[in-house]
């Protein structure tokens, strides 16, 4: 079975732009869940999809958004890009709406510069 | 203050050790607790899981939960060098539904030294 994939695995961008990572979960996984790693923080949780639909998202700025497509992949969207914003994106994905065993991809390293 | 407390470490320890690792919180409506271990260069995986308080064990992994002290330990027996990883605590309250999110640890570094 083939696990959380997510694209690219690593992403540099100036200041201002925009970048998009994508995330494919496991098949058959519904839901969906990006998270922001950075150095000595954890993981602080960014955006839950089930089924297609935003259902919470973090305490992080309208910049960051994102959508998940009808084969539940999904994609995160961060616009106007900060320093503060290079850190380590995980995807994860699980089999039903808010569990807690999440499967999680590799990550996207993305570097502000 | 953060939610949820755990130092980075890194915590060097010799093979075959038992190495402690804890998590401090602060909200005492979290029921629900924990464990991901992060290899280099790897998301996290589920490595315990807990509810509520007490103990909970899996071959050399041992979950504690301490609600009234607001603390949670994971203890390795006999520690392996394929032990060194970060491990990161996990936890949330009790109700489901759209405010369903995991509030994490920075997650600790072990290294277990041959």
């Known amino acids: 079975e083939a696990g959380v994939t997510q694209s690219p695995t690593h992403l540099i961008k100036t200041r201002g732009q925009q970048a998009t990572l994508r995330c494919s979960p496991i098949?058959?996984?519904?839901?969906v869940y990006w998270y922001q790693q950075a150095l000595g923080l954890g993981l602080q949780f960014l955006l839950w999809?089930?089924?297609?639909?935003?259902?919470n998202r973090g305490n992080f700025p309208p910049r960051f958004s994102g959508r998940q497509f009808p084969n539940y992949s999904s994609e995160l969207n961060v616009n106007a890009l900060e320093l503060e914003d290079s850190a380590l994106y995980l995807c994860?994905?699980?089999?039903?709406?808010?569990?807690?065993?999440?499967?999680f991809g590799p990550g996207t390293r993305l570097t502000v510069l | 203050q953060k939610e949820v407390e755990q130092d980075p470490g890194p915590l060097s320890v010799p093979e075959g050790a038992i190495v402690s690792l804890n998590c401090t919180y602060s909200?005492?409506?979290?029921?629900?607790f924990m464990w991901y271990r992060q290899y280099s260069r790897k998301g996290p995986e589920l490595l315990m899981y807990?509810?509520s308080s007490g103990n909970k064990e899996d071959g050399r992994f041992t979950a504690q939960v301490d609600k009234s002290s607001k603390y949670i330990s994971l203890f390795i027996r006999d520690s392996q060098p394929s032990d060194s990883a970060t491990y990161l605590c996990?936890?949330?309250?009790?109700?489901?539904?759209?405010?369903?999110?995991?509030?994490w640890g920075a997650g600790t570094k072990l290294i277990i030294k041959p």
């Open positions: 994860a994905s699980s089999w039903d709406r808010g569990a807690d065993t999440q499967y």
């Open positions: 098949s058959g996984h519904t839901s």
């Open positions: 999809y089930d089924e297609g639909e935003e259902r």
């Open positions: 909200n005492s409506a979290f029921q629900y």
């Open positions: 807990t509810y």
């Open positions: 996990a936890m949330r309250r009790m109700e489901l539904g759209s405010n369903y999110q995991l509030i």
